[in-house]
């Protein structure tokens, strides 16, 4: 059994996962996986508004507002008690509702399923394009050596 800190760590992730995916792929994994219909209460509704995003520069200098970025959230509650939330960019309402809803299934007892059908295939995608694009990066890379005289 996971402590608290490592549920949180675990459910950061999943979260994460699924704000970062892209709204068609989420609902392809979605009708793949033969999701049925489920039962919800919204707690909040769709709705879109703004964040300030902040940046740092070099990771570690002073906070600086970088601009403003659109952002959807909502929250429901499944008929048997889970919770699920989710915020992601941009104006895509239909995309936060399939990311509250996974975030409540993976708190109740088809949490396996959920993960193998959406979430494992999200994440072996993303490590992909992450992949990939390291590579294209690497391929430019110049490696600067000093040689040494035989002197």
Request: some cysteine.
């Amino acid at each position: 059994m996971e402590t608290p800190e490592q549920e949180i760590a675990l459910r950061q992730g999943w979260m994460g996962l699924l704000a970062r995916a892209p709204a068609e792929r989420l609902a392809a994994l979605m009708e793949g996986a033969d999701m049925p219909d489920f039962d919800f209460d919204w707690l909040r509704v769709p709705e879109t508004g703004g964040v300030m995003v902040r940046g740092r520069m070099g990771g570690t200098g002073a906070p600086f507002n970088l601009g403003e970025m659109t952002v959807t959230r909502c929250a429901l509650r499944l008929q048997s008690g889970e919770v699920g939330h989710a915020h992601v960019k941009g104006r895509n309402r239909a995309h936060a509702e399939r990311a509250a809803l996974v975030d409540a299934l993976m708190q109740g007892p088809r949490a396996a399923e959920v993960q193998a059908s959406v979430l494992a295939p999200l994440a072996s995608e993303e490590a992909a394009q992450r992949d990939a694009r390291a590579a294209k990066a690497a391929a430019t890379k110049v490696d600067f050596f000093t040689m040494v005289r035989g002197e």
